[in-house]
């Protein structure tokens, strides 16, 4: 059985391409599947393996299969799942293998790979999609352990660690962007689109700076009000923002739309009714709530993860230490697991030999209890016992011998005593 891990991330692909790769929540469960049928398809026997990991950084395939080329297979369901052209997508994806692989997952687990360095929230973003996958059966012996493990190595990063020191999260990178813009954020009106928890991280930080109001849009108006209460704001519908947005300096949407909510169309009209005074807007969304040709408006500041993602490396160089220290981490889990797979790779054999030896063991006893069902001496039947199966272990091994030739016959000859080398 082959691990892998294939995809992209905020590192590999532009915001462009990551939100054609990725999958909507409710679709989750139906690409597992899928992509379990596609390598199935390929290796009709196999008992393959597949979770799907999809936010605004990354859309990741993990899988464990027994398929020829399993990691080209994993990549070409990407891009056949999403209907793109493989061509222009492979430049852009990892495609990792066994030991690499869950490497990668170690450190995805543990923030290392995140664009916000040892930020937390990937950690529940993974437990969420392997939820999912386990809900539909996609997780088998491996990504059950895979994904456990990871769990134990990011909660031991993040305790022997400072990883999460001087980070700038993605909500602090937005305040700071606005306050470039506004020199006080007390005097603007700030709409916030969607009710998740990265919605939530934002408005925790805006609302800290005291707007003139903080209003929450989303589609379901109770939840939105749940969450404007918790700021003393107030919660519309989606279906107001064409009468409403004209009102709102700072818009921030992340929702998990597979379409834009924003258009070019709405933000003109809307600038039209503001008197050409600015609009910053901020779109952590992927794929994206506003359409991107929004940015080429005079008086609109827009900006996407990407953008806040190079505000965010603000102090890296203060975390190369916790770094240093998180990977020699990883590094010795990763070494265990693979010894783990070791391990599971040679669990057929020993159940093969311990199959062969029950029935060897099986054979000579029923012979064992004929000869004393005759009367024989029970002494001698136990010698006769002791001697069959002495005769029947090292009949394999002999002829093994006797068969091989040259390098094969002499490394037999070397491994041989050391297998059959009893307790004393």
């Not at 500041?301 to 998180?326: P, S």
């Amino acid at each position: 059985m082959q691990l892998l891990a294939v995809g992209l991330n905020h590192t590999t692909a532009p915001v462009s391409l990551r939100e054609q790769l990725a999958f909507a929540p409710e679709q989750l469960g139906q690409a597992v599947m899928a992509a379990r049928a596609w390598f199935e398809r390929i290796d009709a026997h196999g008992s393959d393996e597949a979770a799907i990991l999809s936010t605004c950084n990354r859309t990741e395939l993990y899988a464990a299969s027994d398929v020829a080329n399993p990691l080209d297979a994993g990549a070409h369901f990407l891009a056949d799942f999403h209907q793109l052209n493989y061509a222009e997508l492979r430049p852009h994806l990892y495609m990792l293998p066994q030991g690499d692989a869950v490497r990668h997952t170690f450190r995805v687990a543990s923030g290392l790979d995140s664009m916000v360095l040892g930020e937390t929230q990937i950690l529940g973003q993974i437990k969420d999609a392997i939820r999912t996958a386990d809900e539909v059966g996609g997780l088998g012996t491996y990504l059950h352990q895979l994904f456990q493990r990871s769990f134990s190595v990011a909660k031991e990063v993040r305790s022997t660690t400072e990883i999460g020191a001087h980070s700038v999260s993605m909500a602090a990178a937005a305040v700071r962007l606005s306050q470039r813009i506004f020199d006080k954020i007390a005097e603007q009106h700030v709409l916030f689109i969607g009710a998740g928890e990265m919605i939530e991280l934002c408005a925790t930080h805006f609302a800290a700076q005291n707007p003139k109001s903080i209003t929450i849009a989303n589609r379901t108006l109770d939840r939105g009000e749940a969450l404007a209460h918790r700021y003393n704001g107030r919660a519309i519908r989606l279906a107001e923002l064409p009468e409403k947005l004209h009102q709102y300096d700072i818009v921030i949407s992340c929702t998990a739309s597979s379409l834009p909510l924003i258009g070019l169309g709405l933000v003109e009209r809307a600038i039209k009714a503001r008197r050409h005074k600015p609009m910053f807007m901020v779109d952590l969304a992927v794929p994206r709530d506003i359409e991107s040709e929004v940015g080429r408006l005079n008086d609109v500041f827009l900006y996407t993860v990407d953008d806040l993602g190079k505000v965010v490396q603000t102090g890296l160089e203060n975390r190369q230490a916790a770094v240093a220290q998180a990977e020699a981490i990883i590094e010795t889990r990763v070494q265990s697991f693979m010894h783990w797979i070791d391990d599971r790779a040679v669990v057929p054999v020993i159940q093969g030999l311990q199959e062969s030896g029950e029935a060897l063991r099986r054979m000579e006893l029923e012979r064992a209890r004929k000869m004393l069902a005759k009367g024989e001496d029970i002494d001698a039947v136990l010698e006769a016992l002791s001697r069959g199966l002495t005769a029947k272990f090292m009949h394999g091994p002999q002829q093994a011998l006797h068969r091989a030739q040259g390098d094969e016959r002499a490394h037999l000859a070397a491994l041989l005593p050391q297998l059959f080398r009893g307790r004393r």
